[in-house]
């Protein structure tokens, strides 16, 4: 075997070498890149698995608002105070409910962050005992009936002022 013969087969082992090399590099450089669109795949899969979490979990506290915002508004005593909270639970606006109670709309905000700072004490105290949700809820509506009741003697009394209900038993004469 001559030298020039011998350099050849050494190039070619080499290049061959390096080509092996190229090769290895390259799987290595695929492998890489199939796991990170396997993680990007993963990754957005949990995006969707989470968006779907968050739509059931709003789908189910959507039918719980209403029991939750009326356990809280058992809680609060005053009525113009539980008016205020459920006012502004419900979505209405502050200036129309300013309006309403005859102050700003900073008052307004000002009385529903008092009104939320005691329900939460309340709520850490345990105020959602069974008892003391019925005795509540009792109270609740009885100020419902007695409101009601003045309602309806208001309406009588303007009624009978004004001539409309006639002689007979206090039935309307229409």
Known sequence: MDAQSFLEDNQNNESDMDLEETLALKRTNHEKLIRNMDKAIRNEMLKYEEAEFYIRLQSECFNLYPIVVKALALQIIDNKRRSIFCSIVKGHKLKRLADFHKQTPEEIAIEFRSIVCELRC?????AFTAKE????????ERDILEHKIRDYDEYQYRATKSGIYGSVGGRCAF
């Open 122 to 126: 309340k709520i850490n105290n345990g």
């Open 133 to 140: 949700s019925v005795n509540l809820r009792l109270k609740m």
